[in-house]
C-alpha cells in the first residue's frame, strides 16, 4: 500500500515527505569519458582498459567531445542553464574499484544548473508538478569490485571495464512528495532520455541508478519537526524506488515515535542506506569509514570547457520534439484524449511516428489511437518486438483502418483481416480476399435488403411505428445470406428503403 | 677528440659525414658509463645490448640510404620517470621498483621517431621530489666534479651524466627547478621550456600543474635542437601548448638587437653565496658588452614562492601520488604478515575490551602498509603537506591562497616582461652543496630552489647555463628567464653567451 493511503488511516501526526534523487545517467558514447576505450557491456573483464583508464602512472585525460555534447543536450531539455565555462575537479577517496584515487567529476561549477522537469501529478492526473532540477554534472564512473568468498576465502577481483565511461548526475530539488512522485519522476526522466537518444537507461545494466534522500517533515503540537536525512543509495529499479522510499517513510516515522530524535540534534548526521530487496527493507550502511572530506580540487590535467551561448542555443534548436510537447499536440492535432496521448507518447518515438502514419493514412486518428494501443502494442507485448520489427507498416495497416472507416469491412472483419495481415505478410486487400471476404457494392446490398424487407413486413411496421431496433433482425438473415455484408450498412439501407415507403 | 667530448650537434655531423657510426658513437658513450658510473650513480639501467642495437640499425639504415630522424644515432638518457614501454620505469621509488608501463611517453616516441639511441634511465629524488638526488630509494648521485657533493636534483642523474660525458644529452624534468638547478650544479645547460610546450604524457606526475619536460644538453645549440625534436601539442595532453614548433635551431645565431634584460633585485639578497652573485654579475657585465641594455627590475611576490610552490605542488602531489595503494600495481606488502598483524591487533583489541571493528579493515591496512613502505619520507612529507592543505577547513587557507599567490607571481612576471625581454639571475643560491648536509633538514632543502619555482608557478621559460666556476672548482649557473613560448629569444641569448665565453666547455676530471 502506498504511504499517501496509508497515510490517513494509521497516522497519529500528518507529515510531508520531502525526497530528492540523485540519478546517475550513463551517456550513450562509443567511447569512455577520457579515453577512447570502448564502452560496450559484458566483455570478459579488463579488456576494456588502457593506461588512461586503469590510471597507469604518467597517463593523462583526455575529453570526449561527445560526452559532453550528450550532456549540454540533456540539460538543456532539463531547462538548464548552461553556464559559459566549467571545470573539472578530482573528488579524493580510496577504494579498489577506483584506479587513480579520486574520480574526476565537476564539483563547484557544474556543467549545467537551475532546472526542471515537469511531471503528472499521480494524485490528480491532470496537474502538473514542476520538479526542479539542482544541476547536472558530468563524471566518470568507477570499476567493479567482484567479492570471492568462496572456500573462506576472502578473494576481491576487479574489473575495470566501466571505468571512465560517461555519467551524467542529475540532481533534483527536495520537491518529490512521495514515491509515487519518485517514480512518476524517474519515468519522465527516463522517457525523456530515450527520447533524446543520450542514453539506452538500461537499468539491469548500470546504465541508470538512483540514490534517493528522504525524510519527513511531521506537525506535532509543538511545532514542524524534521527527521534525519537518509540517503538509499544504488537503487536499480523503480520498483525499488517505490518500495525503498514507502518503506523508510514509515520506518522513519516509527523511529521518531520510538525515538524522537530529529534533524539538527547533536550528533544526528545524514546517514547512508542500501536497499535489501530480498528482505523488502532499508539497511543503514556503516557510517565509520564514510570520511566526507573528498579534498576536491581542479583537475591540473584537464583544461576548462568553454561553452558559447550560440554553441548552446544550436543544441536547443537541434533537439527535437521532446515528450511534454509531443502529448499536446498528438492530444491537440489528433484530438486524443490526454491518457490516450499519454500511452503512445510514453511508447517511445518511433511509435509516435507510426501512430502519426497510422491517422494520415486511415483518416481517423482515434480509431487509429485505438487500434495502436490495443491491437498493435498487445501484439508487440505477445510477441515481443519493437515497433520498428512490427511486421505491418503503419502505411499498410493504415489501409485496413480506412476500409472499416468507410464501413467497407466491419470491425469483426478487421480483426481477421489484421491477423492474417500479420501472420502473411499481405496487404489489407490480399488478405480479404485471401479470406474470401468480399466488399458487397450498394446496389447488390439493396437489392438484398428490399428481398428482406419482402419478407418481413412485420419488420416494416414495427420501424414504422417507431421502433428502429426491429431492423436488427434482419441484419442476421442479411448475413447467412452473404457473409460479406457489413451490418451498419444493412441496417442503413433498410431503414432507407421503409423511409421511402 | 674522443666522441664522448662532443656536443650532440658535432655527434650529429659526424655520423652524417661518415666519420663515425653510431655504433662507434654509442659504444663510446656506453664505455664511458662503464668506466665511470660506478663512482657518479647517474643512472638506474642501462641496457647496453639494446642500445648497441638500435645504433646498428640506424647505421645499417643510413648506408642503404634510407631518410633518418634529426636525432639518428645521437645517443640519449632518460630520467627514470619517464615510461618507456616493457621497460623498468621506477621514479627512484621502492613502489615503483619493479614496474614495467604498457605504454611509451610522448617524448619517448618523439625520441624514437627521431632515430635517438636510448642509452638508459637515470636516477633522480624519488618521484623527482628533492634537491639533490639524495631521496632516491635505489641509490645516491654524486656530483661528477666533487663525488662528495650532491649534482642537486630531482633531475640529478640527468645532470650528472651528461657532466661526465656518459651522455651527450639527457632528459630531464623540472616542477619547481630540477632540470635547471642540478644543470647549475654539474655545470650543464638545462632548459626549462614553457609549460606545456613538451608533452607531459608519460611523465609520471609530481604537480600536474608545474611539470614540465625538457633537455640537459652541453650547449644551448643542442638544446634547441632536443626542444625542436620534443615540443608540439599532444592529443593525449590536452594541456600541451596548441603553439606551433619553431625551427630553433635555425633562429638560434640570429642577434638579438637592443635586448634588454632585467636583473631581478630580489634574486640577490641574503643567503645568496657571494662567488655565485659575483659570477652571475660577471655575466650580466657579458651581455652588456654584447650591447645589452640592463634594466632592474622587481619580482616583490617572488618571496612567496617557495611557499606557493610547496602548497601547490604537494596539493597535487598527494592526489596524484593517491593511485600507489597497492591495489593495481607496483609495491604491495606482505599479505600474510599483514593479516597476522591486523588479526593479532583485533585478539589484543579484544582481551583489552575494546571494539576490534575499530582497527582497519584488511583492505584499508594493505593500503596503508603498501604505502609506508612503498614510499620514502620526503613523499610521505608532501603527501600529508598537499593532503593537509586541501582538507576541509584548510583549503582556503592554504590550496587557495596558494593559487592567489600563484596569480601574483604571474603577474609580476607579466609586468616584469613588458619592461625587458629576460630576466637573469643565479640559479640557485649556492654552488653543490656536500652529501647529506641538507637531507637531515627539508626546509634548508627546499631554499636551493628559491630562485627556480617562479618559472613554474608562472609557466614561463628559464635555462640555467654554466657562468663561472667557485674558488673550490665547482660550477656556478646563471639562470635566463623568458614569457611563455618565447624560448627562441631564450636559446639564442643563452647562445649567444656560450659564444663569447667557454665555462660550457670544462668538464671535469674523473
Ligand atoms: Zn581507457
Same mark, same amino acid.
Given at each position: ?7 490517513? @488511516? ?14 546517475? @545517467? ?10 577512447? +576505450? ?105 570499476? !567493479? ?55 539506452? +537507461? ?100 584537464? @583544461? ?47 511509435? @509516435? ?48 483502418? !480506412? ?99 | 677528440?674522443?666522441?664522448?667530448? $662532443? ?42 645490448? %639494446? #642500445?648497441?642495437?638500435? #645504433? ?6 643510413? /648506408? ?43 617524448? *619517448? ?30 641509490? *645516491? ?7 662528495? /657533493? ?16 656518459? #651522455? ?28 606545456? /610546450? ?6 609520471? %606526475? ?13 650547449? #644551448? ?30 633562429? $638560434? ?49 617572488? &618571496? ?7 602548497? *601547490? ?66 613523499? &610521505? ?130
Amino acid at each position: 500500500m502506498a504511504y499517501t493511503e496509508a497515510l490517513a @488511516v494509521s497516522y497519529d501526526h500528518p507529515f510531508t515527505v520531502i525526497i530528492g534523487l540523485e540519478t546517475h @545517467v550513463q551517456l550513450l558514447t562509443e567511447s569512455k569519458l577520457f579515453c577512447r +576505450c570502448s564502452t560496450t557491456f559484458g566483455e570478459p573483464p579488463n579488456t576494456q582498459t588502457c593506461p588512461v583508464c586503469t590510471g597507469s602512472p604518467g597517463a593523462l585525460p583526455v575529453m570526449n567531445a561527445e560526452a559532453f555534447r550528450l550532456s549540454v543536450k540533456t540539460a538543456v531539455a532539463l531547462n538548464c542553464r548552461i553556464p559559459e565555462f566549467t571545470k573539472w575537479d578530482r573528488k579524493q577517496y580510496y577504494y579498489p574499484d577506483l584506479p587513480k584515487g579520486y574520480q574526476i567529476s565537476q564539483f563547484d561549477l557544474p556543467m549545467s544548473e537551475d532546472g526542471w522537469l515537469e511531471i503528472a501529478d499521480p494524485l490528480n492526473p491532470d496537474d502538473v508538478r514542476r520538479i526542479g532540477i539542482i544541476r547536472a554534472h558530468l563524471e566518470e564512473d568507477a570499476g !567493479k569490485s567482484m567479492h570471492d568468498e568462496a572456500a573462506g576465502k576472502s578473494d576481491t577481483r576487479i574489473d575495470l571495464n566501466r571505468t571512465g565511461t560517461p555519467l551524467l548526475e542529475i540532481v533534483t530539488q527536495p520537491d518529490l512528495r512521495s514515491a509515487a512522485e519518485a517514480k512518476a519522476y524517474l519515468t519522465e526522466l527516463k522517457l525523456l532520455l530515450m527520447y533524446l537518444g543520450v542514453s539506452d +537507461c538500461n537499468m539491469q545494466e548500470g546504465s541508470l541508478r538512483v540514490d534517493a534522500n528522504v525524510n519527513l517533515h511531521i506537525e506535532t503540537d509543538g511545532g514542524k519537526i524534521a527527521t534525519p536525512i537518509v540517503e538509499v543509495k544504488n537503487l536499480n529499479s523503480f520498483r525499488a524506488v517505490e518500495r525503498a522510499l514507502t518503506y523508510e517513510v514509515d520506518r522513519q516515522y516509527h523511529e521518531w515515535c520510538d525515538t524522537g530524535r530529529k534533524l539538527g540534534d547533536p550528533g544526528v548526521s545524514k546517514q547512508t542506506s542500501g536497499w535489501d530487496d530480498a528482505a523488502q527493507r532499508t539497511r543503514l550502511q556503516r557510517s565509520k569509514e564514510e570520511s566526507s572530506d573528498y579534498r576536491y580540487f581542479p583537475d591540473p590535467d584537464l @583544461v576548462p570547457v568553454v561553452v558559447s551561448p550560440e554553441e548552446v542555443e544550436a543544441v536547443r534548436q537541434a533537439l527535437g520534439e521532446l515528450p511534454a510537447a509531443l502529448r499536446s499536440r498528438l492530444e491537440s492535432q489528433y484530438e486524443l484524449k490526454a491518457y490516450d496521448a499519454d500511452v503512445i507518447v510514453n511508447q517511445g518515438r518511433a511509435v @509516435v511516428d507510426y501512430y502519426e502514419t497510422l491517422a494520415a493514412a486511415s483518416g481517423d486518428p482515434r480509431r487509429a489511437s485505438n487500434w495502436l494501443q490495443q491491437d498493435v502494442l498487445r501484439t508487440l507485448n505477445e510477441m515481443s518486438l519493437t515497433i520498428e520489427q512490427f511486421p505491418l507498416t503503419a502505411a499498410g495497416l493504415g489501409e485496413l483502418l !480506412k476500409l472499416v472507416e468507410q464501413g467497407d469491412l466491419d470491425n469483426t472483419k478487421a480483426k481477421d483481416v489484421f491477423a492474417h495481415m500479420l501472420a502473411h505478410g499481405e496487404s489489407a486487400a490480399q488478405a480479404m480476399k485471401s479470406l474470401g471476404i468480399e466488399q458487397v457494392d450498394d446496389s447488390a446490398l439493396e437489392t438484398l435488403c428490399q428481398e428482406l424487407l419482402d419478407a418481413n413486413p412485420k419488420t416494416i411496421a414495427d420501424v414504422q411505428a417507431g421502433k428502429m431496433q426491429a431492423v436488427g433482425a434482419l441484419i442476421g438473415q442479411a448475413k447467412k445470406k452473404n457473409p460479406n455484408v457489413n451490418p451498419a450498412d444493412v441496417k442503413r439501407i433498410c431503414l432507407e428503403l421503409i423511409a421511402r415507403m | 677528440m674522443t666522441l664522448t667530448e $662532443l656536443t650532440a650537434l658535432e655527434l650529429l655531423r659526424e655520423m652524417e659525414a661518415g666519420s663515425a657510426t653510431a655504433v662507434e658513437v654509442t659504444t663510446a658513450f656506453l664505455d664511458q658509463i662503464e668506466r665511470h658510473d660506478q663512482q657518479i650513480g647517474a643512472f638506474l639501467r642501462v641496457d647496453r645490448d %639494446a #642500445a648497441l642495437a638500435r #645504433a646498428g640499425d640506424v647505421d645499417r639504415r643510413r /648506408r642503404a640510404g634510407e631518410k633518418l630522424g634529426p636525432l639518428a644515432g645521437l645517443p640519449v638518457a632518460v630520467k627514470d620517470n619517464i615510461c618507456v614501454a616493457g621497460e623498468p620505469t621506477t621514479c627512484a621509488s621502492k613502489m615503483l621498483e619493479h614496474y614495467r608501463p604498457p605504454y611509451n611517453a610522448t617524448v *619517448v616516441e618523439k625520441l624514437l621517431a627521431a632515430d635517438a639511441v636510448l642509452l638508459g634511465k637515470t636516477n633522480l629524488d624519488e618521484f623527482a621530489m628533492g634537491g639533490s638526488t639524495e631521496n632516491s630509494a635505489l641509490g *645516491v648521485t654524486r656530483n661528477p666534479w666533487d663525488t662528495t /657533493r650532491t649534482p642537486g636534483g630531482s633531475s640529478g642523474g640527468s645532470a650528472a651524466c651528461v657532466a661526465a660525458s656518459m #651522455a651527450p644529452v639527457a632528459i630531464g624534468s623540472d616542477t619547481g627547478g630540477s632540470i635547471r638547478q642540478p644543470a647549475g650544479l654539474c655545470g650543464v645547460t638545462g632548459l626549462k621550456p614553457t609549460y606545456g /610546450r613538451i608533452s607531459r604524457y608519460g611523465l609520471v %606526475a609530481f604537480a600536474s600543474s608545474l611539470d614540465q619536460i625538457g633537455p640537459l644538453t652541453r650547449t #644551448a645549440a643542442d638544446a634547441a635542437l632536443m626542444l625542436e625534436t620534443l615540443a608540439g601539442h599532444d592529443l593525449h595532453d590536452s594541456t600541451s601548448a596548441d603553439a606551433e614548433t619553431p625551427s630553433f635551431t635555425q633562429s $638560434l645565431d640570429q642577434p638579438l638587437a637592443n635586448l634588454r634584460i632585467g636583473v631581478v633585485r630580489e634574486h640577490f639578497g641574503e643567503g645568496l653565496d657571494a662567488e655565485v652573485e659575483a659570477s652571475v654579475r660577471e655575466a650580466v657585465r657579458v651581455y652588456e658588452s654584447l650591447g645589452a641594455t640592463v634594466v632592474d627590475v622587481s619580482l616583490p611576490h617572488g &618571496k612567496y614562492g617557495i611557499a606557493a610552490y610547496y602548497l *601547490v605542488g604537494s596539493s597535487e602531489a598527494s592526489s596524484n601520488l593517491a593511485r600507489y595503494d597497492g591495489a593495481h600495481y607496483g609495491y604491495r606488502t606482505d599479505e600474510q604478515a599483514m593479516r597476522a598483524e591486523l588479526d593479532a591487533e583485533r585478539k589484543a583489541a579484544v582481551q583489552a575490551g575494546r571494539d576490534p571493528e575499530a582497527i582497519d579493515s584488511p583492505l584499508v591496512r594493505m593500503y596503508r602498509r603498501s604505502r609506508a613502505e612503498g614510499l620514502g619520507d620526503e613523499v &610521505k612529507r608532501r603527501i600529508m603537506l598537499g593532503t593537509y592543505a586541501l582538507s576541509a577547513g584548510y583549503k582556503d587557507a592554504y590550496y587557495v591562497k596558494a593559487l592567489q599567490v600563484r596569480r601574483l607571481i604571474r603577474n609580476d612576471y607579466d609586468a616584469a616582461f613588458q619592461q625587458v625581454d629576460l630576466l637573469a639571475g643565479p640559479v640557485s643560491p649556492t654552488p653543490a652543496f656536500p652529501l647529506g648536509e641538507k637531507t637531515e633538514d627539508p626546509l634548508a632543502m627546499y631554499l636551493v630552489d628559491l630562485y627556480t619555482v617562479g618559472a613554474n608557478l608562472s609557466g614561463v621559460a628559464g635555462i640555467s647555463v654554466p657562468c663561472g666556476f667557485s674558488s673550490g672548482g665547482l660550477p656556478i649557473g646563471l639562470q635566463l628567464q623568458a614569457p611563455p613560448l618565447a624560448e627562441d629569444r631564450l636559446l639564442r641569448a643563452a647562445h649567444m653567451f656560450q659564444q663569447t665565453t667557454d665555462w660550457h666547455t670544462r668538464r671535469p676530471s674523473l
